[in-house]
Nanobody, 122 residues
């Protein structure tokens, strides 16, 4: 089993930055593709971005490309989501997930964290 714990969420103003962390235990994080998803109230969970476990290649949703950056520290078994130029529409619960391939499909991920709330005020 793999446990994922997100942290770093909070209430910020539009234009601010936040860095979310996702700490893994139970498995070596570097073996997995690590995705970030988010879910706003009344909406489906949507893909934000993913980082490959092997090459570190990243892919992002169009809505966050250029503003969000995913990185990983394998020594700390932790993945990060750096969010800059935040907008009110970025308000959501953010989840990290571990899977065997880089995918924007939630069904491709086997392990999920509990989520962390990000609220962006205008």
């Amino acid at each position: 089993q793999m446990q994922l714990v997100e942290s770093g969420g909070g209430l910020v103003q539009a234009g601010d930055s936040l860095r979310l962390s996702c700490a893994a235990s139970g498995r070596t994080l570097s073996r997995y593709a690590m995705g970030w998803f988010r879910q706003a109230p009344g909406k489906e969970r949507e893909f934000v971005g993913v980082i490959s476990g092997t090459t570190g290649t990243t892919y992002y949703a169009y809505s966050v490309k250029g503003r969000f950056t995913i990185s990983r520290d394998n020594a700390k078994n932790t993945v990060y989501l750096q969010m800059n130029s935040l907008k009110p529409e970025d308000t959501a619960v953010y989840y990290c997930a571990a899977g065997s391939s880089t995918s924007n499909n939630i069904n491709a991920y086997d392990y999920w964290g509990q989520g962390t709330q990000v609220t962006v005020s205008s």
